[in-house]
């Protein structure tokens, strides 16, 4: 019971009223409640009943750094700040909950393993495919072969376009005829043996034996309009073909309706 009185009616005068205080005994009898509270007293009840009957003349302790409810004090997870044990004890145990520190919250990341699993300079497609340095898959697959099949003839030697084109312009006859004619349909379906092939194409008609080994397509397909009109097969096959370029050194004459 006087213990409980004592921590109401403290003597908590401050340090630089000492004097006054031993003067003045009475002021013993003053709520500490009323009392203002200077800096480095320990006025603050604490409830601490042994630390009440001190000699608080002689206590020069420093205040507790941090405060002992700051939450500077609680952030640090720990009282290495605190210079008095015995309120680091109580601070930390349990009465504030502890906060986390950085590495606690967030582990840092496990270490990058970049030679497990890969070899330096080869793409590995078939662990990761998302992430290797293989080809978009686009790219990886064959192209579909067109529909029609066009085949490239192997042309003899001394065949080639620009040899064509060096024969044209040589001054050879390669007409067979004196002057251009008039040629009917079936004046041209007699020419259509290899060695005597005449072919209409766009109303003119050609002597088209010599081109014969000259034709990028070959000799057979070229055969196919041999004696008749070309014009729908030629246009359906190579549109961008000149043949009037191309054939002009062997023109014969133009085709006529039949008589
Ligand atoms: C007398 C008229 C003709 C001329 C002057 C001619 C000329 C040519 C030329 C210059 C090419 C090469 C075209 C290129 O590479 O882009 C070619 C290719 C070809 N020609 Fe003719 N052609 C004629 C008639 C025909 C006919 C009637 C056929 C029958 C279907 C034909 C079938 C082909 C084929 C299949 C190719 C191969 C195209 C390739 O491989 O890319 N040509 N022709």
């Known amino acids: 019971m006087t213990s409980y009185l004592r921590s109401w009616f403290t003597t908590g005068v401050p340090a630089e009223s000492d004097s006054v205080s031993e003067s003045k005994p009475d002021t013993d009898s003053i709520p500490s409640i009323l009392k203002v509270s200077q800096p480095g007293s320990d006025d603050e009840d604490d409830g601490d009943a042994t630390e009440t009957e001190r000699d608080r003349d002689d206590d020069d302790s420093p205040p507790a750094f941090p405060a002992p409810f700051s939450a500077q004090r609680a952030a640090s997870g720990s009282d290495s700040l605190s210079t008095k044990p015995a309120q680091t004890s109580r601070t930390s145990g349990g009465l504030l909950p502890r906060a986390l520190t950085d590495t606690q919250l967030m582990p840092p990341p496990p270490p990058p ?54 024969l044209k312009t040589s001054g050879e006859d390669l007409r067979g005829v004196d002057t251009l004619m008039r040629i009917t349909p079936s004046m041209l379906k007699q020419h259509n043996k290899r060695d005597d092939a005449w072919s209409a194409f766009s109303g003119k008609v050609y002597n088209i034996t010599p081109y014969l080994a000259f034709h990028p397509g070959g000799e057979r397909e070229l055969m196919r309009v041999a004696g008749r009109d070309g014009t729908k097969l030629f246009g359906l096959t190579h549109a961008w073909v000149n043949v009037d370029y191309m054939l002009d050194a062997c023109m014969v004459g133009f085709l006529v309706p039949e008589s």
Do not use: I
């Open 113 to 166: 393993q970049l030679g497990a699993g890969r070899t330096p300079g080869v793409a590995s497609a078939s662990t990761t495919p998302s992430s290797s340095l293989a080809l978009p898959p686009s790219t990886t697959k064959r192209p579909t072969p067109p529909s029609k099949k066009r085949t490239k003839v192997a042309l003899a030697p001394g065949h080639s376009p620009l040899d064509w084109a060096n």
